[in-house]
């Protein structure tokens, strides 16, 4: 079957780095995509990764290793408006997006 | 970048009746659209694709009779939660599809069923 874990929650200080690890089992890769979430509104996306390597945009960065079925967000100089549920979602060899259940992030002052 | 509606961003309905929900892409022709629900605390879970055309295919357990989906044209997917129940009650966001992998969500309809 097919399967993407991410932690539920995690807790992170205002100004302080995060990283958000993502492990994937799919059919197929097409590439992975991480979206940020706020509460009660849709998601809103983030990066695209479909080589190994780190993408870097701004306070964000997103790495991939397909060998390891891995991927991590990376969150730098964090925000208080940073806090909400980031998803890991992988395309998969019908380009399909398969969602993982999402990340809750709580950045305390 | 591609910009998708939806509307109406909130419903209250009575047990029963019928709610429209419409997913539009304003700057773009979508000749794919994804249907989701979501429940709180949770993930995403896609319950059908839409096809421009042509009928949606459903995911697994989602009811093709109860929730229908027209994608009349290029701009334009519906779903009708046909007599709905409390448990119906959920967040609904389309997405739209510009290339393989290109997908671009709508803000959401938030359902609640009395």
């Known amino acids: 079957g097919q399967n993407i874990d991410q932690p539920t929650e995690m807790t992170a200080t205002e100004g302080a780095i995060v990283q958000i690890n993502c492990t994937y089992q799919?059919?197929?890769?097409?590439?992975l995509f991480w979206y940020q979430q706020h509460a009660g509104e849709a998601p809103t996306f983030l990066s695209y990764?479909?080589l190994d390597g780190l993408e870097e945009k701004g306070r964000f960065s997103s790495f991939l290793s397909r060998s390891k079925g891995y991927s991590y967000l990376l969150l730098k100089e964090l925000q208080m408006k940073d806090s909400a549920s980031y998803l890991c979602a992988v395309l998969d060899s019908n380009y399909q997006l398969i969602w993982g259940a999402g990340t809750k992030l709580i950045i305390k002052p | 970048g591609a910009v998708v509606s939806q509307h109406p961003s909130w419903v209250i309905c009575k047990s029963g009746t019928s709610v429209k929900i419409e997913c539009r892409s304003l700057?773009?022709?979508?000749?794919?659209m994804f249907w989701y629900r979501q429940f709180p605390k949770q993930s995403l879970m896609l319950m059908a694709t839409?096809?421009?055309?042509?009928?949606?295919?459903?995911e697994q357990g989602v009811e093709k009779d109860k929730f229908l989906i027209n994608h009349a044209s290029l701009t334009l997917s519906t779903l009708t939660v046909t007599s709905a129940h409390p448990e119906d009650s959920s967040f609904y966001i389309c997405s739209a599809r510009v290339q393989d992998y290109e997908q671009y969500f709508g803000p959401g309809t938030r359902l609640t069923v009395t």
């Open positions: 839409s096809n421009e055309g042509s009928k949606a295919t459903y």
């Open positions: 700057d773009f022709q979508a000749t794919t």
């Open positions: 990764n479909v």
């Open positions: 799919t059919s197929g890769f097409n590439g």
